[in-house]
């Protein structure tokens, strides 16, 4: 069995989750190939090495036409995958993660998982990375994952409900029943698609397994 251990010492968001199996081996030609089948326009996705204390990376980046994303409902979201030309296995995991996040949501504000409106998470890049994300374990034979304890931020964030504080209450509601602990940092150290994903894949969360 092929497995993955996130060492998430620096928090985790979507789009390290992407870098991180890119890095591992994924090629991107493959990825780019597989995310056209969302037959989603107005984005451009690329994968560069990135260098920070003389060690090295690859950082997956979502660049938009478009700054301004429209928001989108749970049905929105679970129409543009079950249309999508994706491996059925990576459309279902997708949907399930979406669904997580909408119940989430939904009682962070007292309203029904279908009523959330989806914004930072409904965009293009969002859907992206956690479609990225779900694809690029599939490809890579990846069938269990773990992770360590999970490091918050803590200060105050900007969102389309306002300022809010970090860790987010979505996120923190994803957290629920993971290891989590202050990395001391003033800021965003986990967003709630990156909890979504954690909170979705991992078996278990802390030191590395045998």
Same mark, same amino acid.
């Given at each position: ?68 994303? *429209? *928001? ?57 990375? @956690? ?24 200060? @105050? ?20 029943? @993971? ?15 990156? *909890?979504?994903? @954690? *909170? ?11």
């Amino acid at each position: 069995m092929r497995i993955a251990y996130l060492d998430c010492f620096s928090g985790i968001s979507g789009d390290m989750f992407v870098g991180s199996l890119l890095d591992a081996g994924l090629p991107f030609e493959q990825l780019e190939t597989i995310l056209s089948g969302l037959k989603l326009s107005g984005y451009r996705i690329s994968a560069i090495p990135e260098e920070r204390n003389h060690i090295f990376g690859t950082r997956f980046s979502v660049t938009l036409e478009k700054a301004d994303q *429209a *928001a989108r409902h749970l049905d929105d979201i679970r129409e543009i995958l079950e249309n999508s030309d994706l491996p059925l296995p990576v459309i279902q995991k997708s949907i399930q993660i979406f669904e997580n996040l909408a119940k989430v949501e939904g009682d962070v504000h007292h309203i029904s998982p279908n009523e959330v409106h989806f914004h930072e998470v409904g965009a293009i890049d969002s859907i992206l990375d @956690i479609v990225a994300t779900v694809a690029g374990m599939d490809l890579l034979g990846i069938e269990k994952v773990f992770a360590s304890r999970i490091p918050v931020g803590s200060g @105050i964030i900007g969102s389309a409900h306002g300022r809010i504080p970090i860790p987010s209450p979505a996120t923190i509601a994803l957290l629920k029943d @993971i290891p989590i602990y202050s990395s001391g940092q003033d800021a965003e150290m986990v967003t709630p698609t990156g *909890a979504a994903l @954690i *909170a979705s894949l991992c078996s278990s969360f802390g030191p590395m397994p045998p």
